[in-house]
Nanobody, 119 residues
């Protein structure tokens, strides 16, 4: 089992910034990737950004140039720096861990943290 603890969500005005953090712990043998997804009311969960073990990153087109993902492999931590936030960024943000515990590759999800962008 892998546990994910997210922090950093909240209410921010348009144009503001927030930083999300996620720490993975538990029976981790090897981490392949960590990332952030979000789900707005009435919409499907979507990828925001992810980073693989080699350091490669991927971003949704809607957040490119505004969000930056970073990872600390030694601490099994992934951060998401969100700048120039827009009301359409409002959603529950979920951390995802993909890797190996004692079996085949598997995904684990955090509980989610609410991000609200509103004036």
């Amino acid at each position: 089992q892998v546990q994910l603890v997210e922090s950093g969500g909240g209410l921010v005005q348009p144009g503001g910034s927030l930083r999300l953090s996620c720490v993975a712990s538990g029976s981790i043998f090897a981490t392949y990737a960590m990332g952030w997804y979000r789900q707005a009311p009435g919409k499907q969960r979507e990828l925001v950004a992810d980073v693989v073990s080699g350091g490669g990153t991927g971003y949704a087109d809607s957040v490119k140039g505004r969000f930056t993902i970073s990872r600390d492999n030694a601490k099994n931590t992934v951060n998401l720096q969100m700048n120039s936030l827009k009301p359409e960024d409002t959603a529950v943000y979920y951390c995802k861990w993909r890797g190996y515990t004692l079996g085949p590759i598997h995904d684990y999800w955090g509980q989610g943290t609410q991000v609200t962008v509103s004036s």
